[in-house]
Nanobody, 121 residues
Framework: QVQVVESGGGLVQAGGSLRLSCAASGTIFVINDMAWYRQAPGKQRELVATVTTGGAANYADSVKGRFTISRDNAKNTVVLQMNSLKPEDTAVYYC???????????????WGQGTQVTVSS
């Protein structure tokens, strides 16, 4: 089985920084893309950032220049460094791993439990 555990998050003032981490463990054959999503109250979950196996990153326009996504393939981890935080960044953040548990398995999405990020004005 695959376990995905997030850490980080919390309460910060506008302009501050937070770092989210996420690790996948268990039976894993290969991890392809890793990503972070977020969901604010009353809104749909939205994609924040993705990073490919080779390290190529893409960001939502709303976070470009402020957030950085990175991954460690050896440790099966993904990190989201969030700087210059704004109140509109307040949301529950979820990490996502697109992986195959075994060589013969199909690719599927595995999610973290979610972590609250609150930015006060």
């Amino acid at each position: 089985q695959v376990q995905v555990v997030e850490s980080g998050g919390g309460l910060v003032q506008a302009g501050g920084s937070l770092r989210l981490s996420c690790a996948a463990s268990g039976t894993i054959f290969v991890i392809n893309d890793m990503a972070w999503y977020r969901q604010a109250p009353g809104k749909q979950r939205e994609l924040v950032a993705t990073v490919t196996t080779g390290g190529a990153a893409n960001y939502a326009d709303s976070v470009k220049g402020r957030f950085t996504i990175s991954r460690d393939n050896a440790k099966n981890t993904v990190v989201l460094q969030m700087n210059s935080l704004k109140p509109e960044d307040t949301a529950v953040y979820y990490c996502n791993f697109r992986l195959r548990p075994a060589r013969t398995s199909r690719e599927d999405d595995y999610w973290g439990q979610g972590t609250q990020v609150t930015v006060s004005s």
